[in-house]
C-alpha cells in the first residue's frame, strides 16, 4: 500500500473527545493525522517516525508538554511544535516558546488561527537550536559535540585528565573523533603553550615512520641529503600524538618504549643522545588487549601507554548527539560553500537520526557536507543524502526485521545486507559503506560473521 504523501501531524491531548475533534478538523483540510494521549506517548512516536508538525497541549498526565518538547526537540529538532493552552496559562506558552516552540494557541481554540499557525509552521522549519557544546572551544576552533550522558562522561574526564602529566590512551572505533579529544587534552593542558605534534603511525612503513619520530643524520640512508629532526624533538615542551599505534611493529614499539622509559633517543644514524620532555597521547581502533594476548602487540609497552584510557562512544551509542552534530556540520559547511540553509527537514532528520552510522561522525560530516553541496532549496533533504544512506533507507530495515532492539543490530543488518548486495566482496562493500576494509574486517568479527574469501 503506497505510503500518504500529505503532511503528517502529531495531536498530543489527555482528552479524547478534544484529540478526536482535531484530528478530524486536520483531516478535512487534507493532512494526515496520528494521536499520543500524553507526553511519554509522543515523544515515542517521534522516535518511530517523521512528522511534519506536532500540536501538543501543556497539562498532561505522565509528562506534560514542557518536557516532551525539550524530549522532542531532543530526537529531531527539525519538527516544528505548535502548543496548546489554556487562556489562564499564557505564562506556560510563553516560556514553551523560550524553549523552542514554533509558537502556541489558547484553548478555546479559533479553528481559522489553528489552521493558519499549522501551515505556518510546516511551510517555514523550525530552525535548530545552537548546538550544545561541552566546554569551551579549544585550539584551532576545535569543539567537542554533545550533549549524551556518554560523551558529558568523556569531557569531564578530559578536563581532570588534561592538566595532568599521564599518558593517555585513546580508544574508539574509526571515525568517532579520537584526534579531536587529543587536540582537547592538549589545549587544556599546561602545555597548551608548546606544539601539538600528530603522527599517524599506520600511513607511513616501518623505516620511514623510525626517521619521522627520532629524526636523521645526513647520510643515514639513501635520500638522507640532510639532518632531520624527528618529531619527539619537534614536539618538546609539548605533546606527541601517537594515532593508530596499534599498527606499529614489534621493533618500532621496543625503540617507543625505550623513550617513553628514559625521555631519551637517538637520530637515525646517530650517535648523540638528545634527551626530550613531551606528554605522549596515543590512539587506536584496536582492542590492545587482544593484540598483548595474541603476541602482536609488546605488553610492557601497553602498561607504559595504558596509564589513563579515555574511550570514545560510536555515534550509534550517543543517543540526541546526531541532531547537534548535524546542525553544526550543516552551518560549517553552508558558511564555507556560501550557501543559504535554514535547516534539515523533518524527514532527513528523522533518517539521519535512525541511521547506525558504521563510519561514526566522520561519516555524518561527510554526508551534510555533499547534502549541503547538492542542496537545491533551504532545507537539507533526504535526496541530497550519499546513495548508500538512501538505499538504507529505501530497504528500511526497521520494518524488515520488526525494528531492531538495538542500534548495534541495525549496523549489522546494513552490514549483512550490504554484503549480500556485493556478492560477499568485502571491498566493495567497505566502499559502500563509506569505511575502510579493515573496518569493515573488524565489524564482521565484533558481531561473529563470518565471510569467506
Not at 90 to 117: C, N
Not at 284 to 297: I, K, M, W
Not at 326 to 350: I, S
Request: net charge negative; proline share 4%; aromatic share 6%.
Amino acid at each position: 500500500m503506497k505510503e500518504s504523501t500529505s503532511p503528517k501531524v502529531l495531536v498530543v491531548d489527555d482528552e479524547q473527545v478534544h484529540r478526536y475533534m482535531l484530528c478530524s478538523m486536520l483531516t478535512q483540510w487534507g493532512w494526515s493525522c496520528r494521536e499520543a494521549d500524553d507526553g511519554v506517548t509522543a515523544v515515542e512516536a517521534v522516535r518511530q517516525g517523521p512528522f511534519d508538525a506536532v500540536l501538543m497541549d501543556v497539562r498532561m498526565t505522565n509528562m506534560d508538554g514542557m518536557e516532551a518538547l525539550k524530549k522532542i526537540h531532543a530526537v529531531n529538532p527539525a519538527i516544528p511544535v505548535v502548543i496548546m493552552t489554556a487562556f489562564s496559562s499564557v505564562d506556560s506558552a510563553v516560556e514553551a516558546i523560550k524553549q523552542g516552540a514554533h509558537d502556541y494557541l489558547t484553548k478555546p481554540l479559533d479553528f481559522d488561527r489553528l489552521r493558519e499557525t499549522m501551515e505556518i509552521a510546516m511551510g517555514h522549519r523550525q530552525q535548530p537550536a545552537e548546538p550544545g557544546l561541552q566546554g569551551e572551544p579549544f585550539g584551532d576552533d576545535g569543539r567537542i559535540i554533545g550533549s549524551s550522558a556518554s560523551m558529558q562522561e568523556l569531557w569531564e574526564m578530559i578536563v581532570q585528565v588534561a592538566p595532568t602529566e599521564a599518558t593517555v590512551l585513546i580508544s574508539g572505533e574509526s571515525g568517532t573523533g579520537k584526534e579531536l579529544v587529543a587536540s582537547a587534552l592538549h589545549y587544556k593542558s599546561l602545555r597548551s603553550d608548546g606544539p601539538f605534534i600528530k603522527v599517524n603511525c599506520a600511513a607511513l612503513a616501518e623505516n620511514l615512520l623510525e626517521s619521522e619520530l627520532f629524526g636523521h643524520e645526513k647520510g643515514a640512508f639513501t635520500g638522507a641529503d640532510r639532518k632531520r629532526e624527528g618529531r619527539f624533538v619537534q614536539a618538546q615542551g609539548g605533546t606527541l600524538f601517537l594515532d593508530e599505534i596499534g599498527e606499529t611493529s614489534p621493533a618500532m614499539q621496543a625503540k617507543l618504549l625505550r623513550v617513553l622509559q628514559e625521555q631519551e633517543l637517538q637520530r637515525v644514524g646517530g650517535q648523540k643522545t638528545i634527551t626530550v620532555d613531551v606528554r605522549i597521547v596515543t590512539a587506536t581502533n584496536r582492542d590492545l588487549d587482544e593484540e598483548v594476548r595474541a603476541g602482536r602487540f609488546r605488553e610492557d609497552l601497553f602498561y607504559r601507554l595504558n596509564v589513563v584510557v579515555l574511550e570514545v562512544p560510536p555515534l550509534r551509542d550517543r543517543e540526541g548527539d546526531v541532531p547537534l552534530l548535524a546542525d553544526f556540520f550543516l552551518h560549517r559547511f553552508a558558511k564555507r560553500n556560501k550557501r543559504v540553509v535554514q535547516g534539515v527537514t523533518p524527514e532527513c532528520m528523522d533518517l539521519l537520526n535512525r541511521y547506525p552510522w558504521p563510519g561514526n561522525v566522520r561519516e555524518l560530516e561527510n554526508a551534510i557536507e555533499r547534502g549541503v553541496i547538492l542542496m537545491r532549496g533551504e532545507y537539507l533533504d533526504v535526496a541530497g543524502m550519499p546513495i548508500a544512506i538512501q538505499r538504507w533507507a529505501g530497504m528500511n530495515p526497521m520494518q524488515e526485521v520488526e525494528r531492531p532492539a538495538t542500534l548495534k543490530e541495525a549496523e549489522r543488518l546494513l552490514i549483512l545486507k550490504t554484503l549480500e548486495e556485493t556478492d560477499g566482496n568485502r571491498s566493495e562493500a567497505a566502499r559502500r559503506l563509506q569505511i575502510t576494509r579493515k573496518t569493515l574486517l573488524n565489524k564482521l568479527k565484533k558481531y561473529g560473521v563470518e565471510q569467506k574469501g
